[in-house]
């Protein structure tokens, strides 16, 4: 079975620094998709960024990429210039693009900026 | 502001009791997903729907059921309520049925079993 792990419940990262979350997954399909959800008080689900997994350049919105290691099942969220306004629960999520498209989420990491 | 509808936004009840959350779905978006986000489940996908017909079923209990209707709209319905069904639960929608398909989230529903 598929599964996505985030081995970090709590960050925190100073304003206009950078900061890093992990995440890594477990599957056997070749053809997927990852995503990063940020989820903020307002309990709104914000899609972040997402990567193909067929694409080997990694994905960068704005202050926000990637680092994909398909090899490693690995797919790591830095966020650039880090402003009081990121300050949420990130969620990875994987796809394992077939018939369906249920997102398997996982545990989330809470990420405090300091100003 | 995702473009995805759900309401009511909080709804309060008591075991036993049966209750219709509501989802409308992002202009031009033909899939509706389900999903239950709890303090010890954490997020998990429930049931999506295709242009009217259930198209995947995930951790969704028997006591609960759902329905796309034709103007695409959905709804899901909880059951029996148990404390344990105390959670927040999203709809998203997509334009299409594949994992290409970016999912937009709406505001949640917060139920609330008392």
């Known amino acids: 079975a598929q ?72 797919f790591s969220l830095k966020i650039s210039d880090s402003q009081l306004g990121d300050a949420a629960m990130y969620f990875c999520a994987y796809n394992y693009g077939g018939a369906t498209n249920k997102l398997i989420f996982g545990t989330g990491t809470l990420l405090a900026v300091q100003p | 502001d995702s473009g995805v509808t759900q309401t009511p936004k909080h ?21 509706v997903y389900w999903y239950q986000q709890s303090l010890d489940q954490g997020l998990q996908f429930l049931i999506q729907y295709y242009n009217g017909e259930e198209r995947a079923k995930g951790n969704i209990l028997e006591r609960f ?17 148990e404390l344990g069904d105390s959670a927040l639960y999203f709809c998203a929608s997509s334009r299409g049925d594949g994992a290409n398909q970016p999912q937009h989230f709406g505001d949640g529903t917060r139920l609330s079993i008392l």
């Open chain 1, 3 to 74: 599964t996505v792990t985030q081995s970090q419940p709590e960050m925190s990262v100073q304003e206009a620094e950078t900061v890093t979350l992990s995440c890594t997954y477990d599957t056997s399909e070749s053809d997927y998709y990852l995503f990063w959800y940020k989820q903020p008080p307002s309990r709104q689900m914000i899609l972040v960024i997402r990567q193909e997994a067929y694409k080997q350049q990694n994905a960068t919105e704005n202050r926000f990429s990637v680092n994909f290691q398909k090899a490693a099942k690995s």
């Open chain 2, 11 to 31: 709804l309060i009840t008591a075991t036993g009791q049966r209750v219709t959350l509501r989802c409308s779905p992002r202009s031009g978006d033909l899939s």
């Open chain 2, 65 to 81: 059921s759902a329905q796309q209707f034709p103007d695409l709209h959905s709804e899901l319905n909880l059951s029996s309520l």
